[in-house]
């Protein structure tokens, strides 16, 4: 990706979580410099992480930009074949922004006495942020004005960021915002 960013100072790189379909994340990353779209790249994988690598990957390649290659052990499953002729819809983006991971911090060593905390069961929000998406829309903001808003409510760039409690904090939030067309007295 340095070589994205050696090439365009200015551009960015964003990924979108379209859908998630028989247990596939589907991915599109596009590549921007300003309002300008220079190339795009869609993938399906088992993990959010290996189809926003792969979308990324291929529009990358768009550009003649090669990342180094995957060893056999990292290489992506291709998704099934009824999955790649599946016409896309835009309607379905969810228009989600997608950051970065960063890595995991260093683990320090248990002590006898230190339980490991619960399990939680993880919770599937997509509804909520489907739901959120739809407000915002509602509301007429841009993909700025949503995150200056998680910004300043959260401190967090993205709805991915933000905890089960946020993010419906957040839902809430946007529900008791009067609608654009709506007067504000």
């Not at 407000?135 to 949503?146: V, Y």
Request: aromatic share 6%; glycine share 4%; proline share 9%.
């Amino acid at each position: 990706m340095n070589e994205f960013y050696r090439r365009y100072p200015t551009g960015s790189i964003v990924s979108d979580l379209l859908q998630i379909h028989d247990g596939l994340f589907i991915v599109k990353t596009t590549l921007l410099v300003g309002d300008t779209v220079l190339a795009t790249g869609m993938a399906a994988a088992p993990t959010l992480e290996q189809a926003e690598d792969s979308a990324r990957q291929r529009a990358l390649q768009l550009l003649g930009i090669h990342l180094p290659v995957q060893t056999e052990a990292e290489l992506i499953p291709r998704p099934p074949a009824a999955l790649e002729a599946a016409p896309w819809s835009e309607a379905s983006n969810t228009e989600l922004l997608l950051e970065p991971t960063t890595p995991p911090s260093p683990r320090r060593s248990k002590s006898a006495s230190e339980k490991p905390p619960p399990k939680r069961e993880p919770v599937d929000l997509a509804d909520e942020i489907a739901q959120t998406t739809a407000e915002m829309k509602r509301l007429g903001w841009t993909e700025a004005q949503g995150r200056a808003c998680l910004l300043e409510r959260y401190g967090k760039r993205s709805r991915q960021q933000l905890t089960d409690e946020e993010l419906l904090d957040f839902l809430h939030f946007l529900r008791s915002q009067p609608s654009a067309s709506e007067p504000s007295f």
